[in-house]
């Protein structure tokens, strides 16, 4: 071409200053191994043992957020594409009794269905998946063809999905699961499959067009509609994947429990969008990572077990938790102004 | 010497006190670097009472980032400043105004969902007794400030019900209402129409004459000799010279802006005139524009003039199925489709590069790669969902020097490149699809000289290759240098389709406002 400007480009030095670019993660895994250590250390001074060096510990430790962690892969690709979900510890609460009430043992003769007993566990995880993927299916259409806001449409959600697990079995809990159903919570399993599903999204969202599609309709929907990404078709499919996590987390919860009760998995939502928040995600969309909300779960987790083994007050833990949450967004805001340089 | 704080200076600048110093603001040897990027490079400037001194240069040059050190918006690394021969210092845009410095922005920065007269006045109002805002007196002064400009706006109207053009008046009404004594507007004309232009120049003469100092961003030449006192150049963060406007030709600015000569502005070639590519029938959207009717060729390029809100950009976002027509009918190569989203456009060979870069064309957040290669993915570059890496890699990197996007790699998110450089990259998400239609709305909006006539040439040789092109531009000389016919709108309706050896500035004004 006749002309040429690139000869006058910025001085090199200044240049290769912007290229080293950390992994975003690396600041809030240091976050992760700190809070470890401070807690070894305020281990030995108050309680006179070890707080890593204790396989039962971390053993809770991890199986209790491996639940919220399996939501939380749902809900970081919702934020990341700039929506939100609420529904999702109501959805728990919701799969919980519906796989619950097909997972029962053979003959028991106070079963939800009688003649339904002694499954194979994959008829209750079936149903528990496909009744996620519903809410989910309800969530997205609602958010895509009426244009409401996810907020108002997930809150909706999140009540209605409740009502439908207080209303199944007029809120008596569902007991004498089946052993082979009990199995899928057993031992490591729940933390299988929420690293499984963690690397999954992982790969999806980095390395496939789905996963782009969803950093594009975060960060500019109107751009991404342009682009001819078909936006609603999307938006309905992250809501569904979501939905099914949700599911997923109730069927391994119940598992867990043993037992199907209509009011687990309060709260859970939000824990779960702690974990992406803490992990980078942005609430603004177009901006997270499926490692950083991993490592985010563990933080939390971290930090109630180490309450609990510093023997802190439950309602202490609430209130240093919030704070905790509120200073990883802070801390995220600076770290990305400071890269915009303003 | 004792600086001053910006509260004494506000009280001194109301009580009417005339400034001694023959300089308004002198900045001296400032220094300002962006990750990755050295913005600003011992740069010095100069402004006087009542004069209009005008910044050139190209995109990236460093000419924004230098206003907004002024405006306070960002904090050099180095550097001082002087107001009136006082030292200063500015931490924040609000000590800026505090000191009488107010800026016109190029992005419009009005709150929508607010009437015109409570953006004017934000933080402003007029309070009584009890604190609550005053909302007759605000529009008082609302009517007063539109009349003393000749604005005939309503200071009731929500900005989001706005034009454009409206809103940059607004805008303009905004930092003039600040009474301040040097305005800083960033392409305040990019938004307007030659009507309106004369409007703002009519403004900016009254403020000179008060003993305003005014600095102008442009890259419009012409605008350049009839306005400004003096023009001052930069190029690469550096500040290359300061001239009277009166004793400089235009291709010495030129030159200095791009420290080479541009040979030619619109090198229009002409193309061998193929079939009929894209033929609408009655096309008509309601409410926006109707009875368009047009055929365009391979290897022909159809611009289209208007005003603004003529129903232009309709036509573009009605063709591309984005809002999809209410009636009439899109032939595509001699078959009539149905195009109710953007993704049958595509599929049928179209592009489409849209007016608003940062509404709806930018991903801000993303880096580049992620911004070029969004449209591709739907052309296949995928296995089983995969997308291909490498193979798009290289093919943004192609395009990348193609095009000469100016940028350190590939992974900088696209919100850290200057306007022409993003422009650029959406150029080459559009063209690494392989158009066969190529819609072009504003292509070179806000764009250096130097990237223009890149874009020009680009477009030129793209049609030599047989691609349609549907050119809608704002610049009257853009549209009679690279069209082969341009077709001409008003109020929604078409007025008229002028071939290219007919086409002059004067007819066109003709059946753009008939």
Redesign the interface.
């Known amino acids: ?6 000869t ?4 090199s030095e ?2 290769k ?3 080293r ?1 950390l992994p975003p993660e690396l600041s809030i895994l240091a976050v992760m191994i700190g809070m470890m250590l401070l807690f070894e250390v305020l281990g030995w001074m108050f309680v006179g043992q070890s707080f890593i060096a204790n396989p039962l510990r971390l053993r809770i430790m991890v199986l209790q957020e491996a639940e919220i962690g399996i939501i939380a892969v749902g809900v970081t690709q919702v934020i990341i594409m700039g929506g939100i979900d609420l529904s999702s510890g109501s959805v728990v609460g919701m799969t919980a009794m519906i796989a619950a009430s097909l997972a029962q043992v053979a003959g028991y003769t106070h079963a939800v269905y009688p003649s339904l007993t002694g499954l194979n566990p994959i008829f209750p995880v079936a149903a528990g998946l496909v009744c996620g993927l519903i809410a989910g299916l309800i969530n997205g259409s609602l958010i895509a063809l009426t244009k409401i806001p996810p907020f108002i449409a997930t809150l909706g959600m999140m009540v209605s999905a409740r009502g439908v697990a207080d209303w199944y079995t007029n809120g008596q809990p569902i007991g004498n699961l089946s052993d082979s159903f009990a199995a899928i919570g057993a031992g490591w399993w729940p933390v299988i499959i929420f690293l499984g599903v963690a690397f999954i999204f992982h790969i ?1 969202l980095r ?4 996963g ?2 969803t ?2 309709i ?3 929907p ?9 936006v609603e078709r999307h938006v309905i499919l992250v809501y569904m994947i979501a939905g099914l996590l949700s599911g997923l987390s109730g069927i391994v919860h119940t598992a867990r429990a043993i037992s199907g009760q209509a009011g687990v998995g309060v709260g859970f939502e939000l824990d779960a969008i702690a974990a992406a928040v803490i992990g980078g995600t ?1 609430l603004s ?3 997270g990572r499926m490692t950083g909300t991993v490592i985010g779960a563990v933080i939390l987790g971290i930090l109630t077990s180490g309450f609990t083994f510093l023997n802190v007050d439950a309602h202490y833990q609430e209130i240093i938790k919030g704070g905790v949450i509120v200073a990883a967004v802070v801390a995220d805001q600076y770290r990305q102004r400071r ?4 | 010497m004792a600086t001053i704080s910006p509260s004494t200076a506000e009280i001194v600048r109301q009580s009417g006190a005339v400034p001694g110093a023959e300089y308004l603001l002198e900045v001296s040897s400032v220094r300002k670097a962006f990750p990755g990027v050295l913005a600003l490079d011992d740069v010095s400037f100069r402004l006087k009472r009542g004069h209009v001194h005008a910044l050139m240069g190209e995109n990236g040059a460093g000419k924004s980032t230098l206003m907004k050190i002024i405006a306070g918006i960002y904090t050099p690394d180095s550097g001082s400043f002087k107001l009136k021969g006082q030292e200063i210092k500015l931490t924040s845009p609000l000590d800026a105004l505090q000191y009488g410095i107010a800026m016109i922005h190029q992005e419009l920065n009005l709150m929508d969902f607010m009437t015109v007269a409570e953006n004017i006045w934000i933080r402003r109002e007029p309070l009584n007794s009890l604190g609550f805002v005053r909302h007759e007196e605000m529009r008082r002064r609302t009517k007063e400030l539109f009349q003393r400009l000749d604005i005939p706006l309503d200071p009731e109207t929500e900005v989001r019900d706005l034009s454009v053009a409206n809103r940059q008046m607004v805008e303009i009404a905004k930092a003039v209402s600040y009474d301040s004594d040097i305005l800083i507007m960033d392409e305040p004309t990019s938004a307007l129409t030659d009507r309106e232009v004369e409007h703002l120049f009519r403004i900016i003469r009254a403020l000179k004459a008060q003993g305003t100092g005014i600095i102008y961003i442009t890259h419009k030449m012409n605008e350049l000799f009839e306005i400004a006192d003096e023009v001052s150049v930069f190029r690469d963060g550096r500040f290359v010279g300061e001239h009277k406007a009166s004793d400089v030709t235009r291709d010495e600015i030129i030159k200095l802006m791009v420290g080479r000569e541009i040979t030619q502005m619109f090198p229009k070639e002409i193309a061998p005139i193929g079939d009929v590519a894209l033929s609408v029938r009655n096309l008509c959207l309601e409410g926006k524009f109707h009875g368009v009717s047009f055929d365009l060729r391979k290897g022909e390029i159809l611009g289209v003039a208007g005003l603004v809100g003529s129903g232009r950009s309709n036509v573009a976002e009605t063709l591309f199925g984005v809002t999809p027509a209410t009636s009439g009918a899109i032939l595509i190569d001699g078959k009539e489709m149905a195009i109710n989203k953007p993704g049958v456009a595509m599929d049928a060979g179209m592009a489409f590069l849209t007016e608003d870069r940062k509404a709806s064309g930018c991903f801000l957040l993303l880096d580049i790669m992620a911004n070029m290669q969004i449209a591709l993915l739907r052309h296949g570059f995928a296995t089983a969902g995969f997308v291909n890496e490498r193979k798009i890699e290289a093919l943004c990197h192609q395009q990348k020097n193609r095009l000469r996007v100016r940028t350190p790699d590939l992974e900088e998110p696209i919100i850290n490149l200057s306007g022409g450089n993003q422009q650029k990259v959406l150029i080459a998400r559009w063209l690494m699809t392989k158009p066969k239609i190529l819609i072009l709305d504003e292509p070179t909006r806000g764009i250096d000289v130097g990237a223009k006539a890149e874009i020009h040439k680009l477009i030129t040789e793209l049609a030599v290759q047989g691609v349609a092109v549907f050119m809608i531009s704002s610049e009257l000389p853009e549209v009679l240098g690279m069209s082969d016919r341009i077709l001409v709108m008003h109020e929604g309706r078409m007025t008229g389709i002028v071939d290219r050896k007919d086409a002059t500035q004067v007819r066109i004004m003709e059946l753009a406002s008939q």
């Open positions: 071409m006749a002309t040429d400007i690139s006058a480009a910025p001085t200044v240049r200053a912007g290229r670019r999806a390395y496939t067009r789905y782009k599609f950093y594009a975060g960060a500019n109107l751009a991404a509609r342009v682009s001819g990404i078909n942005s969309g177009g901006v890269r915009k340089g303003a």
